[in-house]
């Protein structure tokens, strides 16, 4: 018997060559389209879940009385928090950020990188956290002047030979110092902490080492520059720790800033809201669920295009169902073979779709910046969920069309009375609602991405970014002559006739501040005020005129303002939120007061208008610029034209005064413009969604149509010879499903205002939802129905009305 069904099924598959390739082509696409989105999303909850004491780990956060909060907290909270609560195990610090510098073999010609992607860690770094070391010994991190390096890093330095025992200099803004290589490591890919080479932390603790920067000793409590993670007893209570790690904070903090400490659940690290930390692989929870729903939505589109098209071609069954029926077959033999039939359909779906994927693996790799495959489903518990909804959602699709055909009355069958079913055509007529829905509510989450792309992008930021090429400071080579070259340097850039301005700043736009910091006060404040937190831009008397940042009311800093020393330093320069902030009532009654910063006077000489130093997605911050000479980005505003040729002469220029030092820049448009990577690529998986969802739906129309126009032939033949025409005949049979389309429209949108605009919370400065969104998103749906029926309409309104009459 099971060799009989499984004739009939391969027969019936090739007899209806159409129907059958809809249904696989079509079920196959959702379940690529579903697997190659669960990949993304078994990757993303797979970070960080691999380290053996996982759910005893806990990040140190620092929470203000504003409630915000960021991972960088004072080194010596570490030993001190151990040392009074017994329920901390271990901790470990690393400093991300401030290692970075110019690294070089230690050999005279050997070529120097400079390295963003380092640190310095605690010596325990590889017994707290479970990294794989492949080479060394981890006990050695914690002497100074060692380095541990990664895999490829080994092969960028020293190619195939052994690093172990190697020397590599690097130099940045605690001088340059040697380090033995003592260890070599692989860091997952599912980790937040990337580090490329990890330099001993212990190097630090001596204070020849330190190049004059005391505020990175490491048991101060006063500069907030490390990560601190705790490994905590079993069951121990966490929020009970928070408020005694918080109570110790206030009786040993000479400044009483109101900030309380709290604990992060490491699992829960990457999958949270951004905290002011450097992971660049950091995701969101809430665009992850987001994923997973439009990997179901597509694979419910797919199985909805199966459900209507077997059922709506039931009736070309019935028949063989009524003489099973009357031959003895009961309904479960008829459910056991419709139901054979539709696992062979989603098994062969099964099947094309992991061809598929191999075909389409690369460029969704690209498209979401990560090396994924469908192992990666085996990297969390995701594959159990996804096979659970594949299986389930096989099973319901196929059951209900094996119970709705096997339901046939063999009687009414053979009489030749059956009748199609109101119910099949209100369930067909409702799937294909559905499918639109989700298809235009994908189609208008796409738009709006794309319109708040836009409008970040467009928007007036407040400065000038044409045309200005930002180049980073030299790091190596700071001997005695360095002072002498850096302002030989400078005086021969001011020259060159394609200069037409420069600065020199320790942040720049795009990119974070110098730091942010509390403590301000002025005559007028209030109790609470010292607690407000401002951004701190470390700048010289350039700065405002190279990024076109116009001035409110007072001046600008002189040149000799910007060469006092970093405690001697009197004035600073505030944009008007910080004077709002301070509770001024205008910029020019802000210029004619002091501040307070602590114990120290400062004069406010200046107010600069509003602009957008971070991305649209954050409100403008309260911002004090604060004068030195800080070399750390050198902006260049060129004359327009020739920028190859101007960019190979600065090469050159600066080669020849910081020898040891690589040339690296980037254009401050371009690098703005990288906040909203996050957005281009949600924009460009919800471009595809919408693509692959609306082409799996129109291939269940075209299907329907096909349908439609097969049950319809002679009413079509008997209307043109009674002088119907083809566009009246392609209307005719347009326009049921064209009404389909319309109701999910007008379901759809409210739908996706709701959703798009919750989305749209997240951004501080954000596109209205206008009228012409929908109507795009309606327009665009019902002309891809148009063009999907109305192929099939008008080639049968074309048929010779002869043939059409002729047929049975």
């Not at 005893?56 to 151990?82: C, F, H, S």
């Not at 037409?500 to 795009?510: A, E, F, M």
């Not at 649209?616 to 004359?639: E, S, V």
Request: proline share 3%.
């Amino acid at each position: 018997m099971v060799h009989n069904y499984l004739k009939i099924a391969w027969r019936n598959l090739f007899r209806n060559k159409v129907y059958s390739f809809i249904n696989i082509a079509g079920l196959a696409m959702g379940i690529a389209a579903f697997l190659l989105i669960l990949e993304y999303v078994s990757f993303e909850k797979s970070v960080n879940q691999f380290h053996a004491s996982l759910p005893d780990m806990y990040r140190m956060l620092n929470i203000n009385p504003k409630g915000e909060t960021w991972t960088e907290v004072e080194p010596g909270w570490g030993a001190q928090a151990k040392q009074n609560f017994p329920e901390i195990k271990e901790y470990c610090r690393f400093a991300e950020g401030y290692a970075k510098g110019i690294v070089k073999r230690a050999d005279a010609k050997a070529e120097p990188f400079r390295e963003a992607n380092i640190g310095y860690a605690e010596g325990n770094f590889f017994d707290f956290f479970s990294f794989p070391l492949l080479a060394g010994n981890k006990a050695a991190l914690s002497k100074p002047k060692v380095v541990f390096i990664s895999k490829n890093s080994s092969v960028k330095y020293f190619g195939n030979d052994d690093p172990i025992g190697k020397v590599l200099t690097l130099s940045n803004q605690f001088g340059t110092h040697s380090y033995s290589v003592e260890g070599i490591y692989e860091i997952p890919a599912n980790s937040d902490i990337q580090f490329d080479m990890i330099f001993s932390l212990e190097t630090l603790a001596n204070p020849a080492n330190l190049n004059g920067n005391d505020w990175a000793t490491l048991d101060n409590l006063d500069s907030q520059f490390l990560s601190t993670y705790f490994l905590l007893a079993p069951n121990t209570n966490v929020k009970s720790l928070e408020t005694k790690l918080s109570k110790l904070r206030d009786e040993l903090k000479t400044d009483k800033d109101g900030v309380k400490f709290g604990l992060q659940a490491f699992g829960n690290v990457h999958l949270s809201e951004k905290l002011g930390d450097t992971y660049q692989t950091s995701g969101n929870l809430k665009y992850v669920y987001m994923l997973l729903i439009i990997a179901v939505l597509i694979l419910l589109i797919a199985w909805f295009n199966y459900i209507n098209l077997s059922t709506a071609n039931a009736f070309k069954r019935a028949n063989e169902v009524g003489v099973r029926k009357v031959i003895g077959a009961t309904p479960g033999n008829l459910i056991a073979q419709f139901l054979g039939e539709s696992m062979l359909v989603n098994m062969l779906a099964i099947s094309s779709a992991v061809l598929l994927i191999s075909v389409l693996q690369p460029f969704f790799n690209e498209l979401v910046g990560k090396e994924l495959s469908l192992a990666t489903l085996g990297n969390s518990s995701m594959w159990l969920a996804g096979a659970c909804i594949l299986l389930s959602g096989s099973a319901i699709s196929g059951v209900y069309t094996a119970f709705a055909l096997s339901r046939f009355n063999p009687v009414k069958i053979l009489k030749g009375n059956l009748v199609k079913s109101t119910k099949g055509i209100l369930l067909r007529k409702s799937l294909v609602i559905s499918q639109f829905t989700i298809s235009i509510v994908l189609i208008l989450a796409t738009i709006v991405i794309y319109a708040q792309l836009r409008f970040m992008q467009s928007r007036n930021l407040g400065i000038s970014t044409e045309q200005l090429l930002v180049v980073r400071g030299p790091e190596a080579g700071n001997d005695s002559t360095y002072q002498t070259r850096q302002a030989a340097f400078y005086n021969e850039l001011g020259r060159q006739s394609y200069v037409k301005d420069y600065s020199l700043s320790g942040t720049v736009p795009g990119n974070w501040y110098n730091f942010k910091t509390s403590g301000f006060t002025q005559s007028g404040s209030r109790p609470g005020d010292e607690f407000k937190t401002y951004s701190f831009a470390i700048i010289d008397n350039h700065y405002l005129d190279t990024y076109g940042i116009q001035r409110k009311a007072g001046r600008n800093f002189t040149s000799q303002e910007v060469r006092v020393d970093w405690n001697s330093n009197s004035k600073v320069i505030l944009n008007e939120k910080a004077v709002e902030q301070f509770g001024f009532q205008s910029a020019e009654e802000a210029v004619q007061n002091k501040i307070k910063w602590d114990e120290r006077y400062l004069e406010v000489i200046g107010v600069v208008k509003n602009y957008h130093h971070t991305g649209l997605q954050h409100a403008i911050d309260p911002i004090i610029f604060y004068p030195q000479n800080n070399n750390t980005y050198i902006t260049i505003r060129l004359a327009p034209g020739h920028i190859q040729d101007k960019m190979a002469r600065m090469e050159s220029m600066y080669k020849n005064y910081f020898a040891g030092n690589p040339f690296d820049y980037f254009f401050a448009d371009e690098n703005f413009n990288k906040q909203y990577v996050s957005e281009k690529q949600y924009g460009k998986i919800f471009t595809s969604a919408s693509v692959w969802a609306i082409f799996i739906a129109c291939m269940g129309l075209f299907g329907l149509a096909t349908f439609t126009v097969e049950t319809r032939t002679k009413e079509i033949g008997i209307r043109k010879v009674l002088g119907a025409s083809v566009a009246s005949i392609a209307g005719l049979l347009s326009a049921d499903f064209l009404k389909l389309v319309f109701v999910s429209i007008i379901i759809a949108s409210p739908l996706a205002w709701y959703f798009m605009n919750s989305w749209l919370e997240g951004f501080e400065y954000q596109v209205k939802l206008s009228w012409w969104i929908f109507a795009a998103g309606g327009t665009t749906a019902i002309l891809i129905a148009v063009l999907t029926v109305g192929f099939q309409s008008i080639k049968a309104a074309m048929v010779n009305p002869v043939k059409s009459l002729k047929s049975d």
